[in-house]
């Protein structure tokens, strides 16, 4: 993905406020004090069961570029967004505190602590519209996607929405798709840069393009072989499945379907290249697939997915609904204060936080938040927090084609810990509660 400047620098993926808080700060003698800050979500979207972590990696991506370089201290200083005392403090920049997290992959529920940053005031608040930017995107995104992979079971989901949103988010929901669990993109940026499967061969505009729909067929299996998948639905799909296996044999790798009544279309598909001897063609299917439709289709012969508008706009639910708060500071002798927002209907919960998944008989019970340790009896569980950046260095291993295979088996594995009523798409509570143990 390009940079917002010509710099390379990530530090103006921000919003105004945070660099006057700054500011403001820096007058108040507060800018130093030592804070920490917490991301998590009050509620899942409405009848969700689960949510999943996703955009950590991309986080530490941008972490690493997040410098105020010339470009961007001119422009503040041009436009008067703040003073000269804070340009200087920002063109010193670079984040040297820590930042805990629930793994990228991981499962998560109401009230789960999905990141803390530990630094000063300063450090820390300018880096919240970066991390909830990638983190609300990601997570919706992940979250709709896995509920669709859960729902298409053992058929895999591929991943086509790049034209419904813009070139940024494509790839970025690409990535977030395949820790959710789909098998590939289209998007080739995504591939390339994290190391995504990528697939794809014709639109209806390939065979408009030639005089005949024989003729768009033949150029096509000349081109890319036999294993390619023809795409059915330009005129009639009767007549096309016809002339593509009367091109291509019994061998022709597979059809795609795109339009019309999909269970039907594929039952009749299915039922054509058994009579044509063409029984090892697959068949994909695509046109606004979400979870619902990917449902019905569970009895029909498809073979596999391709999701594209649903998908990268989290399916109903285009923002995790995540926020950062401040719920702890220190004095300048170091000890803590739990600070929390009251706010009528926005509440936030003071404190460090530990958190466990409590674990009977290899299945999920609950998500035990400690505030801020766990008690010692509470019984058997996982750790769900891992350390993401200490004193400022990054671990790499979360960033990259790495981090996004290390993102996709957090996700199998922690899955695969929930009770069977997780995979329900009706509308329901959490899969599990999320019990909160104050000191």
């Known amino acids: 993905m390009s940079d917002l400047t010509r710099s390379g620098s990530t530090a103006f993926y921000t919003d105004q406020y945070e660099l006057t808080m700054v500011q403001a700060a820096l007058e108040s003698g507060a800018a130093h004090r030592r804070s920490l800050f917490e991301v998590f979500g009050r509620s899942l979207p409405a009848g969700r069961r689960y949510g999943v972590v996703a955009g950590t990696g991309r986080i530490l991506e941008m972490l690493r570029d997040f410098r105020f370089g010339d470009e961007e201290l001119s422009f503040l200083s041009r436009e008067q967004i703040v003073d000269s005392r804070t340009i200087d403090w920002l063109a010193d920049y670079s984040f040297s505190g820590s930042i805990r997290g629930y793994a990228e992959g991981e499962i998560y529920f109401p009230g789960s602590p999905l990141m803390t940053i530990e630094s000063t005031f300063a450090e820390g608040v300018i880096l919240e519209t970066l991390i909830l930017s990638a983190m609300n995107y990601d997570c919706a995104v992940a979250s709709a996607a896995s509920r669709m992979a859960q729902a298409a079971g053992d058929r895999p989901c591929a991943e086509m929405g790049g034209r419904r949103t813009n070139e940024h988010a494509a790839v970025a929901a690409a990535r977030a798709a395949v820790i959710g669990g789909f098998a590939s993109t289209s998007n080739l940026a995504a591939g390339l840069r994290y190391g995504l499967r990528t697939i794809g061969t014709s639109a209806h505009s390939f065979t408009l393009l030639h005089d005949s729909e024989q003729e768009a067929f033949a150029a096509q299996l000349k081109s890319l072989g036999t294993d390619t998948t023809l795409l059915l639905d ?51 299917v695509t046109s606004d697939l979400d979870e619902y439709a990917i449902a019905a289709l569970a009895a029909s012969p498809v073979d596999s ?8 706009t989290g399916s109903g639910a285009p923002a995790a609904g995540l926020v950062y708060k401040l719920v702890a500071r220190a004095d300048e002798s170091g000890a803590w204060t739990s600070v929390a927002k009251n706010s009528t209907g926005k509440p936030s919960r003071g404190g460090h936080k530990d958190a466990l998944r409590l674990i009977d008989g290899a299945i999920a019970v609950e998500e035990a938040v400690g505030i801020p340790t766990l008690p010692d009896d509470l019984g058997d569980g996982r750790s769900l927090t891992v350390d993401l950046v200490v004193d400022g260095e990054i671990d790499e291993s979360y960033i990259g084609a790495a981090g996004v295979t290390k993102a996709c088996a957090r996700h199998d594995e922690s899955l695969a810990e929930l009770p069977r009523s997780a995979r329900r798409m009706q509308d329901g509570e959490p899969a599990i509660p999320t019990v909160f143990y104050p000191k």
């Open 305 to 312: 997915y391709g999701v594209g508008t649903r998908v990268v």
């Open 234 to 284: 330009t005129y009639d799909v009767e007549e096309a499945l016809a002339t593509a296996v009367r091109l291509a044999g019994e061998n022709l790798g597979g059809v795609r379907i795109d339009s019309g009544d999909l269970v039907e279309q594929a039952s009749e598909v299915r039922a054509g290249l058994d009579r044509l001897g063409a029984h090892d063609t697959t068949i994909t």
